[in-house]
């Protein structure tokens, strides 16, 4: 809280250790004359939409920094997963041709960087939270990204005679069983419509699709702890009755490649590995331009909020006095925001000057 302000025109700065020779007495803020007040309607409308606009600006400009950073997290990881990947890639080429007595050192090498790599995609954080996904896409707040997939062995196409519970048990996660009845004269969008009331404990959406199958929905975090193990279990119509049987889990997306997917022990399993990297290699490479976009967006807004603020919302007034609707800054957002964190995340950016001064001043 600001308990001084200076009584001359000089202008206040938060990153100020000394106060000139002349300031005012030991009283707050709001006790002092010097602090601009609003007058009338027309007045407090004015202030209340200096203090939204200002107080937008510095949220924006807080959560726009830390969505920065979380992105240079991602971009980093990212940059080191394409330099494990590239070493891998010239190792397995290597592999296969090399001398019998020196197989055994190469598949080794290969062995410790595709676990460097898998504790990269698992470890990268920043403020505590994963920025890769298990297949290297950037993990990144405000993006929700899901993984579809079918089960092997479900048959709804097939004639009903009777009602059927359908079981599911899940190795990982809670609940660790979920349960549906499909009764006998449900079509398959009913049926579809059933399972996924069953699975939204799990965050789980079932949709029919155009083959008289179901297709499965997951959220992208989720899908690892989901492929680990589900077993089922129904009566006979549907699903296999008697003892729970593993179900057999297929992503959609086949072109999807994890670290600890790659083998390199035959020469069969190598060729496969090295298409896999160069399709990883791809997709990071598109990734970090997904990223670059995104931060300039991120930058670009800033400078449109900026543009559009009302003179009123500076910190000094045009008579030297303090804006008092800038003393109510949101809760955890302070006025050294100003001087640091605006233009710290256009430097993030590689922003220009004008840019900088366009956020630091908006235009009137």
Known sequence: MVNQIVSSTSTLRSGDSTQPTRIASQQPVAAVARVSEKKGSDASRQSAH???????????????????????????????????????????????NVQDNKKDQVQ?????????????TQGAQYDGQSVLYHDLTPRLDGESLSEQFTIKGMRFNTLRQHDEIVRFQFEEGQPASVRAKIESHMSLEEAAEALSTAFAPRDIQVKPDRY?????????????????????????????????????????????????????GKPESTRKALVDIDRMLQKVSQSLAHLDKQQQAVVEQLDRIARSMAPTSRIINSDGSIEASWLQAPEE????????????????????????????????
């Not at 080794?108 to 990269?120: F, M, N, P, V, W």
């Not at 003892?243 to 057999?248: E, I, L, Y």
């Not at 302070?334 to 993030?348: E, F, G, H, R, Y």
Request: charged fraction near 15%; aromatic fraction near 4%.
């Open 333 to 364: 957002v302070s006025l050294l925001l100003i001087d640091n964190a605006v233009p710290t995340l256009l430097a993030q950016a590689n922003a220009t000057r004008h840019n900088v001064v366009a956020l630091l001043e908006p235009a009137v």
């Open 212 to 264: 008289g199958d179901v297709v499965f929905s997951a959220p992208k975090a989720a899908w690892p702890s989901i492929r680990r193990g589900v077993w089922m279990s129904g009566g006979g119509q549907i699903l296999p009755s008697g003892n729970p049987v593993k179900a057999k889990l297929e992503n959609q997306d086949k072109t999807q490649v994890e670290p600890q997917q790659l083998e390199f």
């Open 108 to 120: 080794q090498s290969l062995h410790q960087l595709k676990g460097k790599l898998t504790r990269l």
């Open 50 to 96: 200096s203090y939204n606009t200002s107080g937008s600006f510095l949220v924006q400009t807080a959560r726009a920094h830390s969505q920065v950073a979380q992105a240079e997290s991602a971009q980093q990881a990212l940059r080191d997963a394409s330099n494990l990947l590239g070493q891998m890639r010239q190792l397995a080429r290597r592999s296969l």
